[in-house]
């Protein structure tokens, strides 16, 4: 990663130049990656804590990169969910319905937890889907029918 | 406090509610993560706000505005457009609010009694402005009520109190000199309540939010500081996690608003800037949106988190410049790194209180002479 001495211009915004403040969280999040490969213990470091300036955190993006997933999550807003181009490392930005974001994480992790279907939905998905089988033909059994 | 809270008899949770407006499970858990990041709790906590979430009610606010400018409320109401905030809003029942509410009059008061009968001993109490009480309070009164009656009355009942801005917090605008109205923060009226102060002027929305939703979330309220104010947003200082800090730590410092240093966004201090001693959450929460906050948009730090910060002397005066020339401190702070920017903060601290005894009068001129 290089040093960008140039100044970022943003209209209305002070001018800022590279202030290194996201050289500390790529630090973490290798030994929270290696810490994923050694016993698959997950991290997740909050973005929005963090005292970025206004060039740091487009750095930090930029330098982990995409990777080959991005999955988007449509419930309270839309969250966006993106493998970095190190595997392991998920870029993770929460939206309201308006589009404000309203948590920005970076998950080290095989899957972040809020892409996996939760026990709740999938009972409920369970309920519905049992009683739609039953309405489609009533005297069958939901696990009887051959798919 | 949190027993009483545990009592509450409005029987449908957090969970129940956002269920029964289509929320998933995994939309209640985005909701969880926003929930942490607001209240600025690791992200670690989300499953542990989820499984409070799950069994929380709904407690009843009322919130009083006295001595004040509604600065705070307009904070609160115009900060976001629907969202995360406004959904623990929505967890809560406020039930009184004369600003907001859409009864006036007698029915206003009549909702305020209501809230407090059905809710004794379990309801929240917010309070906004400084309570007056020189004269027997007759400088500020709601329906025939003075500001301190109307404290003490509602405070009698309350499961805790958030002071919300600088004015109920530590007396604010209305307390600083001379105070022709003997105004007073609510801790120094109301000495046997849980209290917690949101200070600012006015205080960061999302501050005041995440207290609401810390004590939604777990039934009390959250780790305080020794000024009261709530250790997540409140535990370290502007300087401390503002993104100018590497400036300040290689002695680079904009010498006035229209200087090289000012265009490259080196540090404030020597405008100024209060960060060193002044402790709140503007550097990493922001502002309007998340935009960005004073320092960023290239204006100290005012210090209006902190009690008395009217009377520190003129905004556009470093911190150490009153009393003696601070070239001689602030050369040393070049490679020195943060343990003198501890130092500079506990010297900076000193140095207000010193500015504060030897309050002086600001002018045109003094901002003039300042840049």
């Known amino acids: 990663m290089t040093r960008d001495t140039e100044q970022v211009r943003q209209p209305g915004i002070c001018v800022g130049r590279d202030r290194g403040n996201d050289r500390p969280v790529l630090t973490e999040l290798y030994h929270a990656l290696e810490t994923l490969k050694r016993c698959g213990k997950e991290t997740i470091v909050d973005i929005k804590s963090l005292p970025f300036g206004s060039i740091d955190e487009q750095r930090l993006a930029e330098f982990l990169g995409k990777g080959e997933v991005e999955a988007v999550l449509h419930a309270l807003g839309e969250s966006r969910i993106t493998e970095t181009a190190f595997p392991g490392i998920w870029w993770i930005e929460h939206r309201d319905e308006h589009g404000e974001i309203t948590a920005k994480s970076i998950e080290v992790a095989n899957i972040p937890g809020i892409l996996k279907s939760q026990h709740d939905d999938v009972a409920d998905a369970c309920r519905r889907l049992g009683s739609l089988v039953q309405l489609a033909d009533p005297d069958e059994e939901p696990g009887s029918i051959e798919t | 406090?949190?027993?009483?809270?545990?009592?509450?008899?409005?029987?449908?949770?957090?969970?129940?509610?956002?269920?029964?407006?289509?929320?998933?499970?995994?939309?209640?858990?985005?909701?969880?993560?926003?929930?942490?990041?607001?209240?600025?709790?690791?992200?670690?906590?989300?499953?542990?706000?989820?499984?409070?979430?799950?069994?929380?009610?709904?407690?009843?606010?009322?919130?009083?505005?006295?001595?004040?400018?509604?600065?705070?409320?307009?904070?609160?109401?115009?900060?976001?457009?629907?969202?995360?905030?406004?959904?623990?809003?929505?967890?809560?029942?406020?039930?009184?609010?004369?600003?907001?509410?859409?009864?006036?009059?007698?029915?206003?008061?009549?909702?305020?009694?209501?809230?407090?009968?059905?809710?004794?001993?379990?309801?929240?109490?917010?309070?906004?402005?400084?309570?007056?009480?020189?004269?027997?309070?007759?400088?500020?009164?709601?329906?025939?009520?003075?500001?301190?009656?109307?404290?003490?009355?509602?405070?009698?009942?309350?499961?805790?109190?958030?002071?919300?801005?600088?004015?109920?917090?530590?007396?604010?605008?209305?307390?600083?000199?001379?105070?022709?109205?003997?105004?007073?923060?609510?801790?120094?009226?109301?000495?046997?309540?849980?209290?917690?102060?949101?200070?600012?002027?006015?205080?960061?929305?999302?501050?005041?939010?995440?207290?609401?939703?810390?004590?939604?979330?777990?039934?009390?309220?959250?780790?305080?500081?020794?000024?009261?104010?709530?250790?997540?947003?409140?535990?370290?200082?502007?300087?401390?996690?503002?993104?100018?800090?590497?400036?300040?730590?290689?002695?680079?410092?904009?010498?006035?608003?229209?200087?090289?240093?000012?265009?490259k966004g080196w540090c404030l201090y020597r405008l100024g800037c209060k960060g060193p001693a002044t402790y709140n959450a503007c550097a990493t929460t922001k502002w309007n949106q998340g935009t960005s906050f004073p320092i960023e948009a290239g204006h100290p730090c005012l210090g209006c988190s902190e009690p008395d910060f009217w009377d520190m002397g003129s905004f556009y005066r470093a911190l150490s410049i009153p009393t003696e020339d601070t070239t001689r401190t602030l050369v040393y702070g070049v490679g020195t790194g943060a343990v003198l920017g501890a130092a500079a903060a506990a010297v900076a601290r000193s140095r207000k209180s010193k500015a504060k005894a030897a309050h002086y009068k600001v002018s045109v001129n003094d901002l003039e002479e300042s840049t």
């Not at chain 2, 409070?52 to 307009?74: D, H, K, M, Y």
């Not at chain 2, 959250?222 to 200082?237: C, I, K, M």
């Open chain 2, 1 to 263: 406090m949190g027993s009483a809270v545990e009592q509450n008899v409005r029987a449908i949770t957090v969970a129940d509610r956002l269920r029964a407006q289509g929320i998933s499970r995994r939309g209640f858990l985005k909701f969880c993560a926003s929930t942490a990041s607001l209240m600025a709790l690791s992200p670690a906590m989300v499953p542990a706000i989820a499984r409070a979430l799950e069994n929380a009610r709904r407690p009843s606010v009322i919130w009083l505005s006295f001595q004040e400018c509604t600065g705070c409320t307009e904070s609160l109401t115009r900060s976001h457009s629907p969202s995360v905030e406004s959904l623990i809003l929505e967890q809560v029942s406020l039930d009184y609010h004369h600003t907001l509410q859409a009864a006036s009059g007698e029915a206003a008061e009549l909702a305020r009694e209501t809230a407090m009968q059905e809710n004794q001993g379990k309801y929240l109490l917010v309070v906004d402005g400084s309570i007056p009480v020189k004269d027997g309070g007759v400088y500020s009164t709601i329906a025939g009520i003075t500001n301190v009656d109307m404290l003490n009355e509602v405070a009698a009942g309350a499961a805790a109190i958030i002071a919300v801005g600088s004015c109920a917090a530590f007396g604010g605008i209305g307390h600083a000199r001379p105070n022709p109205t003997g105004a007073m923060p609510v801790s120094e009226i109301v000495t046997d309540k849980p209290i917690v102060n949101v200070s600012g002027c006015p205080p960061i929305p999302t501050v005041i939010t995440g207290v609401l939703a810390h004590f939604l979330t777990f039934n009390k309220l959250p780790d305080l500081d020794d000024l009261g104010r709530p250790l997540a947003f409140f535990g370290q200082s502007i300087h401390d996690r503002c993104y100018r800090r590497p400036f300040y730590d290689k002695g680079l410092f904009a010498e006035s608003f229209d200087d090289e240093g000012a265009r």
